[in-house]
């Protein structure tokens, strides 16, 4: 995903604001990393330059 992005996500639970780190990436995306709510204190992988936003129960 692009790290701008980042600017309009929002955590899928609480609606707040998410913090990127990044793991790793290329040119212009964020290929491996995590999105991190610290109000929920839920971390959204990304995996493959996609975010996973399903909140933690709704993940299989
Ligand atoms: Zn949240």
Known sequence: MKKELVAI???PV???E???SVTE???DEV???SLYC???DVRYPIAEAIPNLLPPEQRP
């Open 38 to 40: 610290a109000k929920c």
């Open 9 to 11: 996500l929002v955590c």
């Open 14 to 16: 609480c609606k707040g």
């Open 25 to 27: 990436e290329n040119k």
């Open 18 to 20: 998410l913090q990127l």
């Open 31 to 33: 290929v491996v990393g």
